[in-house]
């Protein structure tokens, strides 16, 4: 099946706007080589590059699957997207980065948009740089508040799992 009829890159950047905030995907629209994966049965776009590194994976339910590369490339052209991430304590920072859950007492900071089931970065606090991307699974206003349980179930870390 042929892909849909629009233009591509308006549609993701105005996606990523819609979830993570108004002017973050200006970064993408400087970007010359994005490239979509689409479905052969529905058209549908299935994921993004940006000069062939794997930035994101949209959802059937409407979100995005964002890679780390993605991240990196969001947190660094983008300070409205900072509102997107967490900051974990130091002493946590070896475990996320390896693709552990991180858990809400390991919770320094959060920025104001995360929500239940959103895709968000963890950032390292030392020097602002990804080290996982997962999904919350609170809201930004309970993470500090509890003491106990998962905060963020990490998708990917930047070392992978080391078993």
């Not at 993570?20 to 490239?35: C, H, P, Q, R, T």
């Not at 104001?112 to 390292?124: P, Q």
Request: net charge positive.
């Amino acid at each position: 099946m042929n892909p849909l009829p629009l233009n591509a890159q308006e549609k993701v950047c105005r996606h990523i706007d819609a979830i993570f905030g108004a002017g973050v995907s200006d970064a993408l629209s400087n970007s010359v080589e994005m490239k979509f994966e689409y479905s052969r049965k529905t058209g549908r776009i299935k994921n993004f590059s940006v000069n062939s590194i794997h930035y994101a994976t949209l959802r059937t339910d409407g979100g995005l699957a964002l890679s780390v590369e993605g991240a990196k490339f969001f947190v660094k052209n983008s300070e409205a997207f900072k509102q997107n991430c967490v900051v974990p304590v130091e002493e946590a920072v070896p475990f996320v980065s390896e693709g552990r859950s991180l858990f809400c007492r390991h919770v320094m900071w959060c920025g104001s948009n995360v929500k239940v089931g959103s895709d968000v970065a963890i950032l390292d606090g030392k020097t602002d740089s990804v080290i996982a991307v997962g999904i919350a699974v609170l809201d930004a206003g309970l993470m500090n508040k509890f003491s106990k349980g998962v905060a963020v179930k990490i998708r990917e870390g930047i070392k992978g799992r080391t078993n």
